[in-house]
């Protein structure tokens, strides 16, 4: 159980483009899904949490204009990388939670790989 | 912020020994994670301690939460060759009117033939 999911796993656009990654829950409803980013050979950075129907909450130093996060439902949430440039390039990971704070137990995707060009 | 220091950074050791591995800060957290990153994956919750103290096993893994609050150790007995990979520490605390969560820079262990 807990299984999550991400959409695509691996993506190559062109500067100035725009990228929608998807975080789906597969067989739970995840009332919190948090989103991250790892650089290579270093650790995950939380970006921001998104509790479904509500605005994310951005962790200090992350652009909300530039990553939008939408959390429509209790399965999916996405992140939108707008105006990709590539300092944008990385790893983005989500994760899922029952619970509504990062204390509780949260289960991750499988990442997804972008590329900006 | 909180700040985890994870060592070792990196450890190269042969089949069957046992690794140990640990995170340390200034800081008090009211959690400890420990996860496991396969290349390309995200990742994967090992074990998580709740109570100071509290050492718990999943298998050939075994976690301590420290009793100040500030450190937490790993261990894998036996080690296999699946048992390749990076692992990290996590650590959560709550206060203030605010709930955070900060990752150590991972172990990668490594096994030799």
């Known amino acids: 159980g807990a299984v999550v999911s991400q959409h695509p796993s691996r993506v190559i656009c062109k500067s100035g483009t725009s990228v929608k990654i998807e975080c789906r829950s597969l067989d739970f409803q995840a009332t919190t899904m948090f989103w991250y980013r790892q650089f290579p050979k270093q650790s995950l950075m939380l970006m921001a949490t998104?509790?479904?129907?509500?605005?994310?909450?951005?962790e200090q130093g992350v652009e909300k204009d530039k990553f939008l996060i939408n959390h429509a439902s209790l399965t999916l949430s996405t992140l939108t990388v707008t105006s990709a440039h590539p300092e944008d390039s990385s790893f983005y990971i989500c994760s899922a939670s029952f619970g509504l704070v990062l204390t509780d137990t949260q289960y991750f995707g499988p990442g997804t790989r972008l590329t900006v060009l | 912020g909180q700040q985890l220091n994870q060592s070792p950074q990196s450890m190269f050791i042969q089949e069957g020994e046992d690794v140990s591995m640990n995170c340390t800060s200034s800081s008090i957290f009211n959690t400890w994670l420990w996860y496991k990153q396969d290349p390309g994956e995200g990742p994967v919750l090992l074990i998580a301690l709740y109570k100071a103290g509290e050492l718990t096993s999943n298998g050939r893994l075994t976690a301590q939460f420290g009793t100040t609050r500030k450190d937490s150790f790993l261990n894998i007995s036996a080690s296999i060759p699946s048992d390749v990979g990076i692992y990290f520490c996590a650590g959560l605390y709550s206060g203030g009117g605010a709930d955070g969560l900060t990752f150590g820079k991972g172990t990668h262990l490594i096994i030799q033939p």
């Open positions: 998104s509790n479904e129907g509500s605005k994310a909450t951005y």
